[in-house]
């Protein structure tokens, strides 16, 4: 999909900053804009889509990894699990490694994680609906 853009093929497309980041730099692609609440730390210069005028929902979420364990695992478990990731989010390295990937390391709790999951959720379905995507 990048190649396709950066040779004319495609006028506009959204992908990951991971990914665009090496044809921005090389000057055959231009970032108009980022999804999410806040810039990139990979594209400091770039405004965010409401920055650029875009207020559409589906413009202020962004894509997440999360660390998951079974729905069983006990309480202090997960608590236990959850600082030691907060802790390793918060390393020089890790802070790095994330803004070379585009990436801003959070490190919320379960509950902070669910509710954003929860208000991201409907926004997430309707794309999905208005794509046309199926199951096979």
């Known amino acids: 999909m990048l190649q396709d853009l950066a040779s004319n093929t495609l006028s506009f497309t959204i992908g990951s900053v991971a990914a665009a980041k ?3 730099d090389a000057g055959k692609l231009r970032a ?8 990139n730390g990979a594209l400091p210069n770039v405004p965010t889509f409401a920055e650029a005028g875009f207020t559409d929902p589906e413009f202020r979420i962004a894509g997440w990894l999360a660390l998951a364990v079974p729905a069983a695992t006990p309480k202090p478990v997960v ?3 959850q600082a030691a990731a907060q802790h390793a989010l918060a390393t020089p390295e890790l802070i790095k490694r994330f803004d070379m990937l585009g990436m801003q390391a959070v490190g919320n ?3 902070q994680f669910r509710a954003n999951y929860n208000a991201d959720w409907p926004v997430w379905e309707q794309l999905v609906k208005v794509s046309g995507a199926k199951l096979d």
């Open 22 to 24: 090496p044809l921005l």
């Open 32 to 39: 108009v804009a980022v999804t999410g609440e806040q810039r």
């Open 79 to 81: 608590t236990r699990l």
């Open 109 to 111: 709790s379960a509950e």
